[in-house]
């Protein structure tokens, strides 16, 4: 059974967009995302939004998010990310931004920071999804339920990580995530033993998508969510592969998870 799946904007780091988009369509995939680095990358190449369009359109692909700024909620005036991010939504929008706030915020901040992005992607019917991690400024799901409940409106929602919900312990608080929150998924294992320096693991250890995925599959379809699924698998060993191999090795990996925890619930990918 065929399955949508997104290809992270983090996977493939090797290859330029054109590469990268030409393998993920040649693995399978059905979505790409891409990230701001990425984003200057090809417009100093000359590549601006018409020819991202041809790219996506050559290669089958729907571009579904972007991996915005590490900080978000800074305060004070737009910065030039912002205004990157802006574009980007304005150009190929609708998208998911994913929300990862890395610099030093307040609780109070993130809120602020939150509620005024609800507003921009709203007006180009778009996503935030927020994404919590144990080094970021929203450490665990309860934090990011609590930031998400001071926001009104359906422009803002949750993107789970499988690696971010093994490494903070929130299995247990999944079934507290209100249905049609949840923006989409990424899809990844950790390694049996956590590193000492998690965000060290995380970008470069992780492992494709396996038992712990299928558990979050079959968990977030047991409790009636929906998500868009991606995978996301940072991993210096996938980086030493010939790409298009990379590829291959994550599609196969995140359908065969889709295809045993959806499908084993009696719902079609």
């Known amino acids: 059974m065929a399955f949508g799946v997104t290809l992270s904007a983090m996977n493939l780091p090797l290859l330029n967009f054109q590469q990268r988009c030409e393998a993920a369509a040649a ?20 590549a601006g939004a018409r020819t991202i369009k041809a790219i996506l359109a050559e290669n089958g692909l729907a571009l579904t998010e972007i991996e915005g700024p590490w900080d978000w ?13 802006l574009e980007l939504l304005d150009a190929f929008g609708p998208l998911q931004v ?13 809120r602020a920071g939150l509620r005024r992005w609800a ?10 999804a927020l994404e919590f991690m144990p080094f970021g400024q929203v450490p665990n799901l309860r934090c990011a339920l609590d930031v998400l409940d001071a926001v009104d409106g359906g422009s803002v929602g949750l993107l789970l990580d499988t690696w971010h919900v093994e490494r903070t312990g929130a299995w247990s608080e999944i079934h507290n995530i209100p249905i049609g929150s949840i923006c989409s998924v990424q899809l990844c294992d950790t390694q049996e033993q956590a590193a000492a320096d998690l965000r060290w693991e995380a970008r470069h250890h992780r492992k494709l998508p396996g038992e712990q995925s299928r558990q979050l599959v079959e968990t977030l379809d ?8 991606a995978v996301e698998v940072w991993s210096d060993d996938l980086n ?13 990996a995140a359908t065969d998870v889709l295809g045993r925890g959806l499908v084993s619930q009696g719902r079609p990918g």
């Open 240 to 252: 030493d592969l010939d790409q298009r191999e990379a590829a291959q090795q994550l599609y196969a």
């Open 222 to 229: 047991r409790l009636g969510h929906e998500p868009r699924y």
């Open 73 to 85: 909620a800074h305060q004070g005036d737009m910065n030039e990310e912002d205004a990157l991010m």
């Open 119 to 128: 507003t921009l992607v709203q007006e180009r019917n778009s996503v935030f």
């Open 27 to 46: 693995a399978g995939f059905t979505g790409i995302g891409i990230s701001l680095r990425q984003w200057l990358t090809e417009r100093h190449r000359g």
């Open 98 to 110: 994913t929300a990862v706030q890395l610099a030093p915020a307040t609780g109070r901040g993130i």
